[in-house]
């Protein structure tokens, strides 16, 4: 599920937490006053076809760091389990990718980078070759179920290394 935000007035938003029950999400709340059914669970199909057009409609721009948080952070809005699915993620060495704060992350090795992944209430370690976040990237996306071709196209949207690196 794609979470998108809409600004609304003073008087919208008064009126509509008067209208919300008891520990209702505001988009539950909306879809009440709107008559509106809840949305069925997305498709597995149809994840790996928005995967395929985030990365198709996002230029490959900016720096390998800026592209692979961009992706992280498309990545969690889309899956609800993103976190604890990445959190298990670890290097050979025990090195932390991801964690709920960037000293956990800074604790797991030397030199790692942490940066906060936008719209999430996690962080990743981004101090690793081009090459080693393509690897990441993979295991993430295996560990979230899409399919080989979605994951080929979106590792490969990611620039390599300059230059070949062991980790």
């Known amino acids: 599920m794609v979470r998108l935000w809409i600004e609304i007035d003073d008087d919208i938003y008064r009126h ?4 919300s029950l008891a520990d209702e999400p505001g988009v539950a709340t909306l879809r009440r006053l709107l008559g509106l059914d809840d949305p069925p669970p997305p498709h597995p199909h149809d994840r790996n076809e928005r995967l395929l057009r985030f990365v198709a409609e996002n230029p490959r721009s900016g720096s390998a760091v800026w592209m692979y948080l961009h992706l992280l952070s498309f990545l969690y809005k889309e899956n609800t389990d993103f976190a604890a699915k990445v959190l298990k993620l670890r290097s050979p060495g025990r090195r932390l990718y991801f964690a709920e704060s960037s000293e956990e992350i ?6 790692s980078a942490p940066r906060r992944i936008s719209d999430a209430p996690l962080w990743a370690m981004t101090n690793a ?16 179920g899409y399919s080989a071709p979605a994951i080929r196209r979106a590792v490969d949207w990611l620039p390599r290394s300059r230059r070949p690196q062991e980790y």
């Open 129 to 144: 070759s081009n090459d080693h976040k393509r690897d990441i990237l993979h295991q993430v996306l295996s560990a979230l």
């Open 16 to 19: 509509l937490l008067a209208e």
């Open 106 to 111: 800074r604790r797991s090795g030397k030199s």
